[in-house]
């Protein structure tokens, strides 16, 4: 596809509850990140994907929060025992990050993920 | 570690105002800026980037390494405009982006 893919769009899932989200992003572009939008918390970073590796996972909130990038293309970000806090919208973006500073991140529109 | 504030949660200005978003940096090195922008209902997308030095929708934004800022400024404020406006700072190659907290621009008629 022409932009980056999120799937589910929504998901409601039961306290306790495993979800998984996925991130399929443009073709070619190297890096992925995650990031959580919450109401008046603005754009939160989760973890960042260099190819396959993350250098970056600072922004992992807890142990429950995982992320894996195969293939240097799909991602996924998986969230263990759901509470009702981790209920937010999770974006994705993917970026060229060639030598050269192209790092204009194109974004996903984001699954919205209800804990109930 | 680099970090972007933006002050103001919401700005709200009358149609024709001039509009001023705030964006402060710490960053010990050569940052890369950058304004996105969400419109209501649509994906986050970028409005422009200090390197480019260029005008998008009659939005520019200046590089200030000695005050370490890069406000988003236009002169005339739209209603289209009303959206919500994320300063991103990125310490450029094999580096994330680092966003601030966002500002809602509300321009009313």
């Known amino acids: 596809g022409a932009g980056v893919s999120q799937s589910p769009s929504n998901k409601v899932t039961e306290k306790g509850k495993d979800v998984e989200l996925r991130c399929d992003p443009i073709s070619g572009h190297t890096a992925l990140y995650w990031y959580r939008q919450s109401l008046g918390q603005g754009l939160e970073f989760l973890i960042y994907f260099q190819g396959n590796s993350a250098p970056d996972k600072s922004g992992l909130p807890s142990d429950r929060f995982s992320a894996e990038r195969t293939g240097g293309s799909v991602s996924t970000l998986t969230i263990q025992r759901t509470q009702q806090e981790d209920s937010a919208v999770y974006l994705c973006a993917s970026s060229l990050d060639a030598a050269g500073g192209n790092t204009e991140a194109f974004f996903g529109q984001g699954t919205r993920l209800t804990v109930v | 570690a680099q970090r972007v504030t933006q002050p103001e949660k919401l700005l709200s200005v009358f149609k024709g105002a001039p509009v001023e978003l705030k964006c402060n940096y710490s960053?010990?090195?050569?940052?890369?800026l950058f304004w996105y922008v969400q419109y209501s209902r649509q994906r986050l997308q970028l409005l422009l980037r200090h390197i480019s030095r260029e005008s998008i929708k009659g939005f520019t934004a200046d590089l200030n390494k000695g005050e370490t800022s890069f406000h988003l400024k236009k002169p005339f404020a739209q209603e289209e405009d009303s959206a919500m406006y994320y300063c991103a700072l990125s310490q450029g190659y094999g580096n994330k982006l680092v966003f601030g907290a966002g500002t809602i621009l509300r321009v009313k008629s």
């Open positions: 960053y010990s090195g050569s940052p890369e």
